[in-house]
């Protein structure tokens, strides 16, 4: 559950700032907000946006949203975890997927950068394979995530708070960086 009670008088902001994986949800599940034909405004109510794509059941949606907020919760390990994974050398595949630029400004020792040219080599995997992404705050780590676990993938897992988290409760020599626009 969540630790805001989710309603259909929510602006659409202020969810996505309680369940981070809603706009995921809401697209995989409804087909809405993931494109501009079916994007809706930050200041739309949920009942607004349900409305408006003819979701009849509003109650159905906030239940989406909280199953989608639970397994993103079950997903996320704290990087102190994955740090023991680490020094304990489990085999796993530490994956940053930062841009290439974030990851030159400040890297994960032991993490290795994603190969945006050779995605599928990642897709060939065996799928009970652990995986753990991380990125800058945990959000894209967390969609990377589910993607693999939607291609049916078992062992996934986003380090919760990206290298945010990692500094702050592992490593606080790594260098902060602003996020190249």
């Not at 509003?58 to 996320?76: S, W, Y």
Request: glycine share 6%; hydrophobic share 45%.
């Amino acid at each position: 559950m969540t630790q805001t009670q989710i309603t259909p008088d929510m602006t659409m902001e202020a969810i996505l700032a309680a369940i981070p994986s809603a706009q995921r949800a809401l697209f995989q599940r409804y087909h809405v907000g993931g494109c501009s034909s079916c994007g809706f405004q930050p200041t739309d109510t949920l009942a607004k946006v349900c409305k408006d794509r003819n979701l009849l059941d509003v109650n159905e949606v906030i239940q989406t949203l909280e199953r989608a907020h639970e397994v993103d919760q079950r997903m996320q390990v704290a990087p102190a975890e994955v740090r023991g994974w680490l020094d304990a050398g489990e085999d796993f595949s530490f994956i940053d997927v930062r841009p290439p630029a974030e990851v030159a400004q400040a890297a994960i020792p032991g993490a290795e950068a994603l190969d945006f040219a050779a995605q599928d080599r990642y897709m060939a995997l065996p799928k009970d394979r652990k995986l753990v992404f991380t990125c800058r705050d945990g959000a894209r780590a967390l969609d990377v995530a589910s993607y693999f676990v939607g291609h049916g993938f078992t062992r996934v897992f986003a380090v919760r708070g990206g290298l945010d988290a990692w500094r702050a409760e592992v490593d606080p020599s790594l260098p902060t960086y602003a996020v190249p626009s």
